[in-house]
């Protein structure tokens, strides 16, 4: 059988965009409406989500990253899609991706 190629993906960030790419590693809670035991309420645990994309801002209570756009080619106006507000009390971990 011939190999199969993998298609590059490339993860330049592009200069038209003034954001830097990040790795946002957090914890959020975790809900549950249906009847449990005490052991299966003791096995409940915290989700750790995962957010890869561009930083938008960052203050002492919030960090806001999106994980598309849309850039306007006349009037260079951008949009933002995927958007995340997280507490930074919640934040794990961020990294910036180069």
Same mark, same amino acid.
């Given at each position: 059988?011939?190999?199969?190629r993998r298609k590059a993906i490339n993860t330049i960030t592009t200069p038209d965009i003034p954001f830097q790419?990040?790795?946002?590693e957090?914890?959020?809670c975790v809900s549950d409406s249906a009847w449990a035991t005490d052991? #299966?309420?003791n096995k409940m645990k915290l989700a750790t989500p995962v957010n890869?994309?561009?930083?938008?801002?960052k203050d002492k209570s919030s960090v806001k990253v999106f994980a598309s756009y849309d850039l306007d080619p006349?009037?260079?106006?951008?949009?933002y899609? #995927?958007?995340?507000m997280i507490?930074?009390?919640w934040i794990v971990k961020m990294t910036k991706i180069q």
């Open positions: 059988m011939p190999r199969k790419k990040v790795r946002v957090w914890v959020d052991k #299966d309420f890869e994309g561009w930083l938008y801002s006349i009037s260079k106006e951008m949009t899609g #995927d958007r995340t507490p930074t009390t």
